[in-house]
């Protein structure tokens, strides 16, 4: 869709609207002063229920753990489109990098929550557990390995708020919740509807946005009701960020060749925002009491999307950006891409959850039986690209293969009330649950993996005369399809049963505990997890806070059974090198003789202690945490490398069956961590009868990991040279993400007129290399968001905004690869691209 035409129905938009609006102004004014007043507004006094099991009601300024709750207005108007964007723009200690890594990372991007993986933290959608994403972060840097939740898949317009729990709570919830426990609860507005259209860019690199988002409510018999949401959107990628590279043509008699006056040399397409994004999310939320006691619910949501990502591009020329090696220029076979080409990783994912569930009341017990079941499935394919070793009949389209993954979660919760002469009733609640999963990597085609020993004539060509002789790698360029060898399917249940107990034992004295043990039928075998917290009210509207728990997370499915084999660029310093390597499963005769182990449940223990105040329109929080996480599971380095086993290696793999790759790696539960941080909230309201009502806050998280062992090479690699974690997988660890993060946020509403700016100072990180003298540290940077709206009519709103106002980018202190990409790093948190400005029109019915 062109931006010129979106631009021109927005504004002819935006001025019918107006002047409509003068002239309805008038009559319509005390119903539009009641619209503009924002119904979702969260206050301290806001019931939450994430974290506190059973019948005992409590709000957000009691909450004995800090919980962040963020109502709809607040997800529209930071002008983010995807839950990922929108909470890490709204909560300190969430963050995302552009450019995580390789593979599908740039695809789906990982999150990192308080410094730790996405993995960390437990999501769920109505209280009920949310299936994981089946693509696995295998080439990314940052939350390398991880499979999280994909919460872009839920529609923004089904959300009735999402509350944030900062606090473990794996006694209460079980494996996951460690750094967290995000709970989407869906919209269950019983009637009425709304409609909201956006477009928008980005300031000078494309990157055009179009999207329609909506819900809609009907009343059932018995005081139920249904709610359907739908949003359905396209983003486009934005231009590269990259460098142009001199040449695109192998030298002709040590000249330029004449083509190059009119060819491209902005290659690096993947280098920003590299995603052609088309999503359609929908959902529904249900609930019909059947008699008073007992009421039927249900709720889910389909999603589709088709990502179109700009990967590795390639050109035939000797040399690169700066003079350097081109790894992959006899890849570029001139029969088919003269001029080189921008290959393309095609994602097309179907993902779904529903849930059914009755929630009654017997003999004075309150019982929630549910069923709750999700998939996601993922077919991989490559566009634009070839198989070089096939010679010049590769096809340039492959299927490359798909994985999916299942969970299954059936629960029945149990609460009640005792008066045991406590100052409150202490509430007991228990429960049992029954998880199955499964993780399946289904092959591709042949063409996508397979070696056809096509070797490159040495003709009298230019190209010929550079690369002649050689045999190109097997696989796809920037890709490599799934084989039946690293095919896989693995399946395993999980029982876990707990007990909640927690009262005020005086007034003012809230304690909590809470455990929760878990058997499943794989390497993860049994695990208990227990939590203890506490408030105390000093005074009126002032308390400490605070707890203890232990946590675990088991090993993912895709984590013990994912493999692939790769061709990948191996960088050992300013080095660049492109090697064939395999991802073993931890199980395969391989990976064991190089060492592997099964994987075992990380192990965490959490430790929590805070301050609030809240009187009259402030409320202040400052909450200190450490996270200790044993027995973390990493990625190993490239095992087999020059620099890292070379020719040892190479013979443990041969003697195992696997031949044609240049090393390998494999996960191992490798080391152990602490994470000390601070996340600190400041809240303030301010009504004036004249200037209308301000709301301010203040935001800041603070953390820092610290590695605490490693373990020893394995005893099968105890003679060889080997680095098993090494000094870039280490430094990703602690010095990737930002330590700080402060958001300053202010929102003045004034009758019709709403507007909104956002400060966020993203401290400084590093992206480090396995020499110390190429690490590049990135400096701390302030992006600024703004919105104004309008409230034309009582169901008539408009808006315009940008993000990132200054078109800030990062330092220039990047290592540029031979490509031209690099110059700003890859792990910028607001991206590579610069500003973005939008417009929204919204209705209400």
């Known amino acids: ?216 409510g009907t009343r059932l018999a018995d005081g139920g009701f249904v709610r359907f949401a739908l949003e359905a959107k396209y983003h486009d990628r934005a231009t590269s960020s990259a460098q142009p590279v001199p040449y695109i043509y192998p030298l002709v008699n040590g000249q330029a060749d004449p083509r190059e006056s009119s060819a491209n040399h902005l290659i690096a397409g993947g280098y920003g925002r590299s995603n052609r994004d088309k999503i359609v999310n929908t959902s529904y939320n249900a609930e019909l009491p059947l008699n ?117 979660v059936n629960n029945l919760d149990i609460s009640r009330q005792y008066d045991a002469g406590f100052a409150k009733p202490l509430n007991v609640a228990f429960g049992v649950e029954h998880r199955w999963e499964r993780f399946q990597n289904i092959a591709g085609e042949p063409d996508s993996y397979r070696d056809g020993g096509y070797v490159i004539p040495a003709d009298g060509t230019p190209f010929g005369q550079l690369y002649g002789g050689r045999s190109p790698s097997p696989g796809l360029v920037s890709f490599t399809g799934t084989s039946p060898a690293d095919a896989t399917s693995l399946s395993r249940s999980n029982l876990a049963a707990y007990l909640d107990l927690s009262t005020d034992v ?93 994987l075992k449940p990380e192990k965490s223990l959490n430790f929590t202690a805070g301050i609030t105040y809240e009187s009259g329109p ?17 990625k190993t380095e490239f095992l087999g490398t020059a620099a890292n086993g070379g020719t040892a290696v190479a013979a443990i793999l041969r003697a195992n069956g696997i031949t044609g790759v240049d090393s390998a790696q494999f996960f191992t539960n490798a080391i152990d961590t602490r994470t000390r941080g601070i996340d600190a909230v400041a809240e303030y309201t301010l009504d004036t009868q004249s200037l209308g009502t301000f709301r301010l806050s203040a935001a800041c998280s603070y953390n820092r990991t610290k590695i605490l062992r490693v373990i020893d090479n394995p005893a099968e690699l105890s003679n060889l040279n080997v680095t098993l974690f090494g000094r870039q997988a280490r430094r990703d660890l602690v010095a990737a993400t930002p330590r700080s993060k402060v958001v300053l946020t202010a929102n003045w509403s004034s009758g019709p007129v709403k507007a909104l700016i956002r400060e966020t100072r993203y401290g400084q990180y590093t992206e480090s290399s396995n020499v110390a003298a190429s690490d590049r540290t990135f400096g701390a940077k302030w992006i600024a968001d703004a919105e104004i709206s309008y409230q034309l009519t009582r169901s008539l709103d408009v808006a315009v905004g940008a993000n990132n106002v200054f078109d800030t980018y990062p330092d220039k202190n990047g290592i540029i690869a031979s490509d031209g990409s690099g110059q700003y790093g890859n792990f910028a948190p607001f991206g590579l691209s610069g500003g973005f400005y939008y417009a929204r029109l919204g209705f209400k019915f």
């Open 1 to 216: 869709m062109s931006m010129k035409i979106l631009r021109s129905v927005a504004l002819a938009t935006s001025l019918s609207a107006i002047a409509f609006a003068t002239n309805a102004y008038a009559a319509d004014a005390a119903a539009t002063a009641d619209a503009a007043a924002p119904a979702d507004s969260v206050e301290g006094g806001a019931i939450i229920v994430t974290g506190a099991r059973g019948q005992t009601a409590r709000s957000v300024a009691d909450s004995p753990v800090p919980v962040d709750v963020i109502g709809p207005a607040e997800l529209k108007s930071t002008g983010r489109t995807g839950l990922k964007e929108i909470l890490g723009n709204i909560i300190p200690s969430l963050t995302m990098p552009a450019l995580g890594g390789g593979g599908t990372s740039a695809s789906v991007r990982p999150i990192s929550i308080r410094g730790l993986s996405g993995d960390y933290v437990l999501v769920l959608v109505n209280g009920k557990r949310r299936h994981t994403t089946s693509l696995i972060n295998n080439l990314s840097r940052i939350s390398g390995g991880s499979t999280p939740v994909d919460i872009d898949l839920i529609p923004t317009s089904a959300v009735g708020r999402i509350e944030v729990l900062r606090d473990g709570a794996a006694a209460q919830y079980g494996s996951d919740a460690i750094s967290g426990v995000i709970n989407i609860i869906l919209d269950d507005s019983p009637s009425g509807g709304d409609l909201s259209l956006t477009g928008g860019q980005l300031y000078s690199k494309g990157g055009e946005l179009a999207q329609v988002s909506g819900s809609y």
């Open 292 to 408: 008073d006691d007992t009421t039927l619910y249900s709720f889910s949501t389909l999603s589709y999307r088709d990502i179109k990502d700009a990967r590795g591009a390639a050109f035939a020329a000797a040399t690169g950006y700066g003079g350097q090696a081109n790894t992959q220029g006899s890849s570029v076979l001139p029969q088919i891409y003269p001029g080189g080409f921008q290959a393309y990783r095609r994602i097309r994912e179907w993902d779904y959850q529903a849930a059914l569930g009755i929630r009654s009341q017997v003999a004075g017990w309150d019982l929630d039986l549910s069923t709750t079941y999700g998939k996601d499935s993922v077919e991989l394919s490559a566009e634009n690209t070839l198989n070089p070793s096939l010679g010049p009949t590769s096809p340039t389209e492959f299927y490359m293969g798909r994985q999916k993954q299942d969970l299954w």
């Open 506 to 598: 005086a007034k003012g004295w809230f304690v909590g505990l809470a455990g929760r043990y878990e058997h499943y039928t794989d390497s993860a075998g049994d695990t208990f997890s227990a939590k203890a917290s506490t408030r105390i009210e000093l005074a009126p509207g002032l308390a400490l806070r605070g707890g203890v728990n232990t946590g675990f997370r088991a090993p993912s499915l895709a984590q013990t059974g994912f493999s692939t084999t790769q061709n990948t660029v191996t960088v050992i310093g300013d080095t660049r090198a492109l090697t064939t390597s395999k991802f073993l499963p931890v199980n395969s005769a391989a990976a064991q003789a190089l060492g592997a182990k099964p």
């Open 618 to 634: 402030l409320r202040l929080t400052v909450d200190a945490y450490q996270i200790r996480i044993d027995d973390r599971i990493v």
